[in-house]
């Protein structure tokens, strides 16, 4: 026998010296949960070891993720019930809890990036990303793009580095990025949730902001995971529309999408592993079915493999944590 694949496997060295993917801590971005209050922390309970933290804890929290080596974090805030209306107007209150969030955390800790998310459905009454039409039930593309732009404005001005329009309205790239220009915020990033499916993974983040939708699905707005080509159609329109980050979402059931992306566009990509994929391996490793560490380092470095610069995780302290060991 001539060639002998096993010969480059034979120890850790040789591993390490052919090894094609590397994972590191600056490849991730931590989403949070923000509640009101002080000292205040609110288990999820389909996501255990993730909690709603009160923004003193968000604090906390960053600067050890920063400390860990993950130096950019993504708020999502818990909006309470009261506040949330038809047309969703606390989106861009600039005393409400995102633009307070941003604000502090931005000013406790300048050199962590901070990634605010654009979209209605924390702060709608409908539990959708876009306005409905109260007589059809139809999600209004055109209407929704003025409320995005103002929240996209709000967070900038509380001092957001990278807006992620995740509401999958047509046009909102282009339409956030003049505003933003238009009120000097040049420099503010959009990463784009450029190829995000109607996907049934998304229930635990829903149960942390209470956010799922009141009636209907988002089949008419978020895509079909039947589709790929699709996928480009929709990144070719962001990259057009100005955006500087392309991201899948989900991640684990759709690398074939990263990698698509990875192929066809010179943009970064990015990759979203969402709650119901942390959920899934936090469930089988609570049952002893799975390995825990083992299992986090395999699945972000499948992301990497498939052609994902970055990955936003809820396994990204325990990532760092296990990858600085
Ligand atoms: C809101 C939004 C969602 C997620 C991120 N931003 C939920 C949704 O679209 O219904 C999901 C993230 C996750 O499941 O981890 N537009």
Request: charged share 25%.
């Given at each position: 026998m001539l060639i002998r694949p096993r010969r480059n496997r034979a120890n850790e060295v040789i591993r390490s010296l052919v090894r094609e993917t590397h994972l590191s801590a600056n490849h991730l971005i931590a989403p949070l949960f923000v509640i009101e209050g002080t000292n205040q922390k609110v288990p999820v309970a389909s996501m255990p070891g993730q909690?709603?933290?009160?923004i003193d804890l968000v604090i906390k929290e960053a600067k050890e993720l920063y400390d860990l080596g993950v130096r950019t974090v993504a708020l999502f805030p818990a909006v309470s019930e009261n506040l949330k209306t038809p047309h969703?107007?606390?989106?861009?209150?600039?005393?409400?809890?995102?633009?307070?969030?941003?604000?502090?955390?931005?000013?406790?800790?300048?050199?962590?990036m901070i990634m605010g998310d654009v979209a209605l459905d924390p702060y709608s009454s409908e539990g959708h990303d876009g306005i409905v039409d109260p007589k059809t039930g139809e999600i209004l593309n055109d209407e929704t793009l003025e409320v995005l732009a103002n929240q996209a404005l709000c967070e900038a001005r509380a001092g957001v580095d990278i807006i992620g329009p995740s509401d999958r309205m047509d046009g909102r790239v282009s339409y956030i990025r003049q505003a933003l220009d238009d009120e000097g915020f040049s420099k503010t990033l959009i990463m784009s949730y450029s190829a995000k499916y109607a996907s049934a993974y998304y229930g635990p983040f829903r149960d942390a902001l209470d956010s799922a939708p009141k009636k209907g699905d988002k089949k008419t707005y978020?895509?079909?995971?039947?589709?790929a080509n699709e996928a480009l159609r929709e990144a070719a329109l962001d990259e057009a529309e100005g955006a500087d980050i392309l991201m899948v979402k989900p991640g684990l059931p759709y690398l074939d999408v990263i990698y698509r992306l990875k192929q066809n566009f010179t943009l970064p990509i990015a990759a979203y592993n969402v709650s119901g994929e942390y959920a899934m391996v936090k469930a089988a490793v609570e049952k002893g079915w799975l390995e825990n560490d083992k299992v986090i380092l395999e699945t972000l470095t499948s992301f990497r493999r498939a052609g994902a610069d970055i990955i936003l995780t809820y396994f990204a302290k325990e990532a760092a944590q296990l990858l600085n060991n």
């Open positions: 909690n709603r933290l009160s969703a107007q606390e989106a861009y209150n600039p005393d409400g809890l995102n633009a307070r969030a941003i604000s502090e955390l931005k000013n406790a800790l300048p050199e962590m978020q895509m079909d995971y039947a589709n």
